[in-house]
């Protein structure tokens, strides 16, 4: 009896849906510091930082995801630039056992999810060597920029 109790566990756990990260790597990186050393001078007000976020997945193999989590940004604009970023920071991640209608969700919002920690410390430590104070992005609602990108991909085009 236990056996068969043993044997079933060890079934379902088999049979479990499973999200696996294979590998996590900095694909790209570039700061920019254009006007060094000028803008390294204590500012005279907050400058305006912008942030773009982006995700893209490919697959790899039957149940190998790649997904890059793409962060652009910078502060000041024109000739008061004080810094440009680009990160492509990418995972590799195994999806097991999940029914194909959750496969997609799963690896565009748990996958940028488990990556954007890292990809966070990366630009803040980045902007940080540049001479400025470290640029802690606030967290992101990958949920709702893959419902708002599914929603983007259903409209009907504006002819």
Partial sequence: MAEQNG???RQSQAQAPK?????QYAKDISFENPNAPRSLAPQQQAPNISIQINVNARQLAANDYEVTLILEGGAGEGAN?????????A???RVENLPAE??????MIEGPRLLFPFARQIVADAVRSGGFPPLYIDPIDFNALFLQ??????APAVV
């Fill in 81 to 89: 630039t004080l810094f440009k970023f680009e990160l492509k920071y």
């Fill in 149 to 154: 990108r599914v929603a983007a991909a259903s």
């Fill in 7 to 9: 044997d079933a566990a």
């Fill in 19 to 23: 999200f696996s990260v294979l590998a």
């Fill in 91 to 93: 995972g590799v991640f």
């Fill in 102 to 107: 959750q496969v997609q969700p799963a690896v």
